[in-house]
């Protein structure tokens, strides 16, 4: 099966050969596709991904609640007071404690919308008030207003609202490309991981074929230095080879459980499994247009959207630095009706108008240049923010043609190197029959393992760098120039929230 189908089906759903061992463990085959599934789904940095979705979600959310009407109840149940309590004699100006024995209970509904053009909110309000004097005789009295309409309104000042507005969605919108591109960030990890694993397994299978072939060749050796057909030299070189190679394999040993128990930790499986890595087979033929790659990296990721923030930012800051030496008002207006009585139902009977109007002043006259400072710095920055912008895009741009160069040049390095790999096995193969038959020394046969083990690493190595450029790249495009979709298509919210 070629790599290009197996990435298909991992795309699809990975399916894992899990085979049952003793104690509860399980030998778990893995393919890279299936390792970047499990990953996306299993791991800890995808489970922080969802939430950080999660959160500028909510936040989203509750930007588009304050845009909604919103109910209240509110009240003061009860209110007792029995004190003395100081009374100006309105005649003669001279002070006298009087006894003050009441309970007052109110209960108010409010019906509240905020209004972004403007900045203010209008209410509309309906309440009861209940008075019990208990001293100097006992007396009830009830205070109704059945419905009021309630305006709140700022003029001059600095309106957040509208700029929530203008922000809001944006970041709602940077999230989604961000969760999607963090997606992607796991990829890369995974790809990472696996080659790490998977060319410390291969480094542990080689070195134990080595050991046995030399083993093996050590112990043919010696048949021949006792007939006198080979040198001591010749024999204690093939011994230093044995014991190099038995360090090898601990040592190799030891790298494969590091890096085993890295890919293990990252793809959430549990310590005893045993997870045996197949290696990609082939490369997918393709070829990446750097311009549609650029070009994608602007349109289709978050990068846009966070330097729309950016200037959306900057430009706020600027508005509310401008507002804040401007004059600013705000008026309150109150139309209703209102009625007083003895009894509950008397309060709701031949209602009168109730009419309330104010409005506060506050003009700037001198803080010293405070203000114009605070001006002058907001529009300083906004102008960085623009150079800072314009400065990412330039890079942006060389990266992307970095990358893209790097990968389409990376097929013909790759098929290079299993090329290589193939004829040093080969020779491998050969030198090994041809010291076997003693036509050729020692020196001779351990440049060939060498050189085996060299080419085979070389193509692991290559392999790696493919699937990291592809990666990367399909990070910064948010692309699957593999299947030719485009993975924001793919975006379910609702799959996240759950």
């Not at 009441?102 to 203010?120: F, K």
């Not at 109007?357 to 002058?376: E, N, S």
């Not at 299993?418 to 038959?437: G, I, N, T, W």
């Amino acid at each position: 099966m070629t790599l290009h189908r197996q990435i298909k089906k991992g795309f699809i759903g990975a399916i894992l050969t899990v085979c049952s061992l003793s104690g509860g463990a399980a030998v778990v085959r893995l393919s890279l596709p299936e390792a970047i599934s499990r990953a996306q789904s299993h791991s800890v940095d995808a489970m922080m991904a969802k939430h950080s979705y999660l959160s500028q979600y909510w936040q989203y959310r509750s930007y588009k609640a304050q845009m909604l009407p919103s109910l209240s109840l509110s009240g003061t149940i009860p209110n007792f007071d029995k004190s003395y309590t100081s009374l100006q004699n309105a005649v003669t100006g001279g002070y006298n404690y009087v006894d003050n024995y009441a309970m007052r209970n109110s209960l108010g509904l409010y019906l509240q919308q905020n209004i972004a053009a403007t900045g203010g909110n209008v209410q509309l309000y309906s309440g009861l008030d209940r008075l019990d004097q208990f001293s100097p005789s006992r007396e009830v009295t009830w205070n109704s207003s059945p419905v009021s309409l309630i305006l709140n309104q700022p003029i001059g000042g600095f309106n957040q609202l509208k700029w929530d507005k203008r922000i809001e969605p944006v970041r709602y919108e940077k999230a989604k490309y961000e969760y999607l591109e963090s997606m992607e960030s796991i990829t890369a990890t995974a790809v990472e991981y696996f080659f790490s694993f998977l060319i410390a397994q291969q480094n542990l299978e080689i070195a134990r074929q080595n050991h046995a072939n030399t083993d093996t060749l050590y112990k043919i050796s010696q048949e021949r230095f006792r007939i006198g057909s080979i040198s001591k030299n010749d024999l204690m070189q093939l011994e230093l080879r044995l014991l190099n190679e038995e360090m090898s394999i601990n040592t190799n040993q030891l790298q494969l459980d590091l890096a085993a128990a890295k890919l293990k930790s990252y793809l959430r499986y549990d310590e005893q499994d045993s997870v045996v890595l197949r290696i990609p087979e082939n490369m997918a033929d393709i070829e990446i247009s750097v311009d549609e790659a650029y070009r994608l990296s602007l349109t289709n990721t978050s990068f846009e959207y966070r330097h729309r923030i950016s200037q959306l930012e900057a430009e706020m800051n600027v508005a509310q630095a401008k507002a804040n030496r401007r004059p600013q008002a705000n008026v309150y207006a109150r139309f209703g009706l209102n009625q007083v009585a003895e009894t509950i139902g008397g309060v709701y009977r031949n209602p009168l108008d109730q009419e309330t109007v104010r409005m506060g002043i506050t003009v700037p006259i001198f803080d010293g240049g405070v203000a114009k400072g605070r001006v002058r710095m907001a529009r300083s920055r906004q102008e960085v923010v623009e150079a800072e912008i314009d400065k990412e895009r330039i890079d942006r741009k060389q990266d992307i043609y970095l990358k893209v160069m790097q990968f389409n040049n990376q097929n013909l390095q790759c098929s290079i190197s299993a090329q290589a790999d193939s004829v040093a096995a080969e020779r491998y193969a050969l030198s090994l029959r041809q010291f076997a038959a003693g036509q050729i020394s020692v020196l001779d046969f351990n440049t060939a393992q060498s050189e085996r083990n060299t080419a085979h690493m070389g193509y692991l190595t290559e392999l790696q760098n493919y699937w990291n450029y592809y990666y990367t790249i399909q990070r910064y495009t948010l692309f699957d120039f593999l299947h030719m979709r485009n993975i924001v298509n793919s975006f379910d919210a609702v799959a996240i929230e759950k």
